[in-house]
């Protein structure tokens, strides 16, 4: 039996947004992309996530430079987002999904630091 990991999680997220967002605008014939959009958002957190946690057990550059371009993709969309104005439409997907994004990553960081500090002494 596998066990449920958070990427998993972001992943299984991503992909259900992903297909919310599609079903949506095909039934609707509205042009609704913060589904399709907060699930990229989801997906390329869970890729910087799982870089991150990678990059704990062994230093990589590939692993690194995934990592760096996903979190700079999610800023992306964020900044253009406020922007817009779509995240006062869509504050879940533009608001709470990077914000759940950024602070996944950011607590794997902190954790990894934590490790090495704990090391160095």
Do not use: C
Not at 39 to 59: E, P, S, V
Request: no cysteine; hydrophobic share 50%.
């Amino acid at each position: 039996m596998s066990k449920i990991t958070i990427t998993k999680i972001l992943i299984v997220f991503g992909i259900l947004l992903m297909l919310a967002g599609i079903g949506t605008s095909a039934s609707t014939g509205v042009d609704t992309a913060s589904g399709i959009q907060g699930g990229t958002i989801f997906l390329f957190g869970a890729l910087a996530y799982y870089a991150r946690k990678t990059q704990r057990i062994k230093t990589s550059k590939k692993w690194l430079v995934a990592e760096i371009i996903s979190l700079l993709i999610i800023l992306r969309f964020t900044i253009a987002s406020f922007l817009s104005g779509q995240s006062y439409n869509h504050p879940i997907t533009y608001f709470f999904v990077p914000l759940l994004v950024w602070g996944s990553w950011f607590f794997i960081f902190l954790k990894r630091n934590n490790q090495r500090s704990i090391k160095n002494e």
